[in-house]
Nanobody
Framework: QVQLVESGGGLVQAGGSLRLSCAAS????????MGWFRQAPGKEREFVAA????????NYADSAKGRFTISRDNAKNTVYLQMNSLKPEDTAVYYC?????????????????WGQGTQVTVSS
């Protein structure tokens, strides 16, 4: 089992920045790929970004490219999502997820464990 706990969400004005963190505990040896997803009210959960265990390979949704950066610190079992130039449409609950797959995929079905989520609200 892997437990994931997100933090860092909050209310920010458009154009601002936030850094989300996700701390993993438990069987962290199986957390090869780590990802961030988000779900806005009335919408499906969507992929945001993912990173390989080494950190060398990343994958971003088009909406995140150029504004968001995913990174991880394996010594701390923590993955981060730096979000810059935030827009009101980025408002959502952001979820951290871990996958036992080596490949950095965007499909939610590839992810085994999920955190409870952290709310990000961007005001216009």
């Amino acid at each position: 089992q892997v437990q994931l706990v997100e933090s860092g969400g909050g209310l920010v004005q458009a154009g601002g920045s936030l850094r989300l963190s996700c701390a993993a505990s438990g069987r962290t040896s199986s957390t090869y790929t780590m990802g961030w997803f988000r779900q806005a009210p009335g919408k499906e959960r969507e992929f945001v970004a993912a990173i390989s265990r080494s950190g060398y390979t990343t994958n971003y949704a088009d909406s995140a490219k150029g504004r968001f950066t995913i990174s991880r610190d394996n010594a701390k079992n923590t993955v981060y999502l730096q979000m810059n130039s935030l827009k009101p449409e980025d408002t959502a609950v952001y979820y951290c997820a871990s996958s036992s797959y080596y490949t950095v995929g965007s499909g939610s079905g590839r992810y085994d464990y999920w955190g409870q989520g952290t709310q990000v609200t961007v005001s216009s």
